[in-house]
């Protein structure tokens, strides 16, 4: 573990992170905002100040670049980014604790907010709020490997530590080249959804910030009440559509795109992920029928409920913390799975369910025949012991600390289904629970300590854990030293 | 004729010891020791490798009529038939035990195109094939095809309650199509006539268009109504056991099962197949055959490559209850004794090749289709020269012991009864006994060319 390694490439990470800080201040002068206009700017230079002076103070990367070094190097950029983030935040008046929660929740496109009065903020602020969720989306080390060639080997571990999916996903040989066809592809969708929610009669500026936190699988709307707020059906099944793409493998998209037509769908997590979104949203619209909603509306916010949250978007088409317990059931139970590995979605993801299924369902199977070969199979292809082995130990980290989370925030003061939600939505990257942290409330009420909690939570879900909890071995730090 | 064979193994000398009489046979093998082997025939051995030019100079390749390369290795006998290629223009036949050189499509092509290899053999999956053929025959002993799968062949053995054995054969109403063309009574082969009765024990052999074989298959012959799950157990995931494997997998209609010792081929095994249960052990382990409740196989195939251990397994598979053994048998010399001691179907991969080497040898107007009953009877085409007169089946001074089982005319196949016409220009499928194997041959006279 060599520091002045981390620092300079953490800097590097910073430098270029600086540049998106350019679009708010735009947006805040276009709307004559310009109080904002200058929190956005001094937080910008800030950032490049602190970019460079860590790229100067640190010497080059070496060859040998370490995997721990990497880990190490994608946690810290994340923290520090989120931290710097948040600075416009306090400047409008957050407090330092809910700006940093808003922040984190704003990049790791978790979507639970701390704001309790929306009319306080101005255009910029809601702008900035849904562009840091989508650079979140897709993720800094995604930005950092498509626009910066120069660190080959490095950027490898850095990407794959970023989005360690069970399954590596590559489309070119070049790392460089990955990362810009998943760019070109990211924009490419966005562009699409603004246009088709202009079509439906959205304003410019509430389609682009919604388009930010659609295809980031994020969640942050600037209405306060969400897309509900807008009440326009059409927007909502356009929203559906695009959480659906943003919550389904980007390399896959891009393979059909690149004319491989059969590439989603000969994938089995992508079959398994449409058969949960179609199984679920015919149940919950079943229920809100139940209910005494018509038919159509019924299926639509059946849909919409179902695919938000699945994809840990965590958009509200209607107020969910007023149905009933058994479709509420339906969410809750999708908060857990989460989208597909190589999405914008967060959770513990549709393939680790499918292997560990399967995994689970063969050692069954060896009860019976005790002597068999049973190897775990995914696309037809065996899925490596070591691979099981990280899946089923992700699964349990996972347990852990939704359960000591859980703990933490219910001994703090809150209600149970308010401490169960609230930890899940934010390990999961989704954003409203119910009871008290529903679509409608917010995260501001909870105690100090616990948004503290919850905005790691946020960081370590998104990272999917091992990244970041890998660090934490003492054996690690022990050893480091400056160069 | 001037014939030379690479490796004096099994095949090779199983090979020189047919064809020693007629002709001049040279083996070549590398080690000297297995010229002992040969010394009882009348054959040349000559000491040294297939793949050097000297050695193969010494044998006469520039002479020879055919060159056999049947070593145990495939680049061997590649190398071997293309040297001889060069220096020479024998006719070359080489036999391969893995897929590499044959495995894409057109291989063999490829193979004689740029190695001047005439023929490949592959006796493995050949032999695999066969098994599976047998396999998808439920209660059959012998399952074949000709003509591109338009005529079928099934060898069953009559049990007690099978309806053939009710009355004379003309009263039996076997489906049109299909033809009983010979039993077997013990020992004997008989071609059956309208009133022949046939008895319980009997082997029965029969041709037809696929359709009414499936009917027979199913109703007349086991009396049992056919069963749509099978259960296969396959000891032995080697070469032949993965081929079989890898086609039964594809069949939801059967239940299969792979026992094999070696715990890296066993993952290989089930990585490749989707639906096969691979169990990591020896087949002939009781303890485990047991607990897997192999008795209750419908078919037990045992493919291990060595015979005692294929005959252990096959009889604990027996004794375990298994309805139909098969197994594979290296020696072709212990064919007899594993169907003595109680395996249904013994096949020998390596029996079969030689047969049709040597069946090319003889030459003629006809083709070795398929050899039965461990050489005592065989399948030939015939084809019937084009000035020949057109004349009804039963006028027909036919050899003794064979019957004419199917007969192709331009696209048309037809299984025929007595007063069906052979004509100039048409292909018959005839079965006949090894004891009249020649005289059939040579019934259309000797070849045009």
Request: hydrophobic share 50%; glycine share 10%.
């Amino acid at each position: 573990m060599r520091l002045a390694v981390i620092v300079h490439l953490l800097g590097g990470i910073i430098r270029i992170y600086a540049v998106t800080f350019a679009a708010p201040i735009l947006v805040a002068a276009w709307y004559g905002e310009w109080r904002d206009a200058y929190g956005f700017l001094g937080a910008g230079l800030l950032t490049l100040v602190i970019g460079v002076v860590a790229v100067r103070a640190s010497p080059g990367i070496p060859d040998d670049f370490r995997r721990a070094e990497g880990m190490a190097v994608v946690s810290a950029a994340w923290l520090v980014v989120a931290v710097l983030s948040a600075i416009p935040f306090v400047w409008t008046g957050l407090g330092p604790i809910d700006a940093l929660f808003e922040s984190m929740s704003g990049l790791t496109t978790t979507g639970s907010t701390t704001l309790v009065d929306f009319s306080l903020y101005g255009k910029a602020f809601f702008f900035w709020r849904g562009l840091i969720m989508w650079v979140g989306g897709l993720g800094v080390i995604a930005l950092f490997v498509a626009v910066l060639p120069r660190q080959a080997i490095a950027g490898r571990e850095l990407f794959f530590a970023e989005a360690p999916g069970p399954t590596d996903e590559k489309l070119t040989p070049q790392l460089r080249q990955t990362a810009m066809a998943l760019w070109k592809l990211y924009v490419g969708l966005s562009a699409a959804q603004v246009a088709a929610l202009l079509v439906t009669g959205m304003p410019l500026y509430d389609a682009v910030c919604n388009t930010f936190a659609t295809l980031a699988a994020g969640g942050f709307s600037p209405h306060a009440q969400s897309i509900m707020g807008y009440k326009n059906p059409a927007a909502e099944w356009v929203i559906t559509v695009f959480m659906f793409l943003a919550g389904a493998n980007f390399a896959l998209q891009y393979r059909v795109l690149r004319g491989e037509p059969g590439a989603l769908f000969c994938d089995e997590e992508f079959r398994a992920y449409s058969g949960i979104v179609v199984v679920s949203s015919a149940l919950v619209a079943f229920y809100l029928w139940q209910a005494q909603m018509p038919v159509l509306a019924a299926i639509r916010h059946g849909a919409f409920q179902v695919v938000s949250i699945l994809t840990t978007t965590g958009f509200a088409s209607v107020d969910f913390e007023l149905w009933s317990d058994q479709p509420k059931m339906v969410l809750l139970a999708l908060m857990f799975i989460g989208g597909c590995a190589g999405s914008a979605s967060g959770g513990p993801k549709v393939v680790r369910h499918l292997l560990v299924a399967r995994f689970t369902i063969l050692e069954l199977a060896r009860t019976l025949h005790p002597r068999a070969v049973l190897p775990v199979k995914l696309g037809g292809r065996v899925v490596p012991d070591a691979v099981m082995r990280a899946v089923v130990v992700f699964m349990l980290f996972y347990l852990l600390v939704f359960a000591v989370c859980t703990t933490i925030v219910a001994l703090l003061g809150a209600d149970l289904v308010t401490a169960i939600t609230a930890t899940i939505v934010t390990l999961g990257n989704t954003g409203p629970g119910f009871s008290r942290v529903g679509p409608m409330a917010n995260f501001a009420h909870l105690h100090p300590l616990s948004k503290i909690v919850l905005t790691l939570a946020m960081w370590v879900g998104r990272l999917e854990l091992l990244t970041v909890l890998a660090l934490l071995q003492p054996g690690l730090w022990r050893k480091a030293r400056w160069r | 004729m001037r014939l030379i064979i690479v490796g004096g193994g099994e095949v090779g000398h199983a090979l020189a010891r047919a064809l020693s009489p007629d002709h001049d046979v040279f083996v070549i093998d590398h080690n000297p020791a297995v010229g002992d082997r040969f010394a009882s025939l009348d054959v040349e051995f000559l000491p040294g490798s297939g793949t050097s030019l000297s050695v193969l100079r010494k044998a006469g390749v520039e002479r020879s009529q055919l060159f056999v390369a049947c070593t145990g290795q495939d680049e061997v006998n590649v190398v071997a038939c293309a040297l001889a290629n060069q220096i020479g223009s024998p006719e070359t036949i080489c036999l391969v035990s893995r897929e590499d050189f044959l495995g894409a499509d057109g291989g063999s092509a490829l193979l004689r195109e740029h190695f001047g290899i005439d023929r490949v053999l592959w006796p493995e999956a050949q032999l695999a094939a066969d098994i599976v053929r047998i396999i998808e025959a439920p209660g059959a002993i012998d399952a074949e095809e000709f003509l591109d799968g338009r005529v079928r062949l099934l060898e069953y053995r009559l049990e007690e309650r099978s309806p053939l054995c009710a009355g004379p054969l003309a009263t039996m109403h076997l489906p049109r199509g299909a033809l009983v063309v010979a039993v077997k009574r013990g020992d004997q082969y008989m071609i059956p006539r309208g009133s022949s009765r046939l008895l319980p024990g009997d082997k029965v052999f029969l041709m037809g268009h696929p359709e009414p074989m499936r009917m027979i298959q199913s109703r007349l012959v086991t009396g049992r109504p056919a069963r749509d799950r099978q259960s296969v157990t396959i000891v032995g995931g080697g070469d032949v056991g993965l081929r079989i494997a890898q086609q039964l997998d594809r069949s939801p209609d059967i239940d299969l099962r792979v026992i094999e010792s070696n715990s890296a081929r066993g993952e290989m095994l089930a990585a490749t197949l989707s639906r096969a249960l691979v169990l990591n052990g020896d087949g002939t382990d009781l303890e485990l055959l047991e607990a897997e409740e192999i008795g209750r196989s419908d078919v037990l195939v045992s493919v291990i490559d060595n015979d005692e251990r294929n005959l252990f397994a096959s009889l604990i598979g027996r004794q375990l209850g298994v309805r139909k053994i098969i197994t594979r048998v290296s020696k072709a010399g212990s064919l007899r004794l594993f169907e003595r001691v109680g395996v249904d179907v013994p096949l020998s991969a390596r029996g079969a090749a030689v047969a049709s080497i040597v069946y090319g040898v003889k030459g003629g107007r006809s083709r070795l289709l398929a050899v039965l009953e461990e050489g005592q009877a065989e399948i030939l085409e015939l084809a019937v020269p084009a000035g020949f007169v057109s004349t009804p089946l039963m006028d027909l001074q036919a050899p003794p012991d064979s019957i004419v089982g199917a007969i192709r005319r331009g696209d048309e196949v037809i299984v025929p009864h007595g007063d069906d016409r052979i004509e100039g220009g048409d292909t018959l499928i005839v079965f006949t006994t090894a004891a009249s194997a020649d005289q059939v041959r040579d019934f259309f006279g000797p070849p045009a060319d």
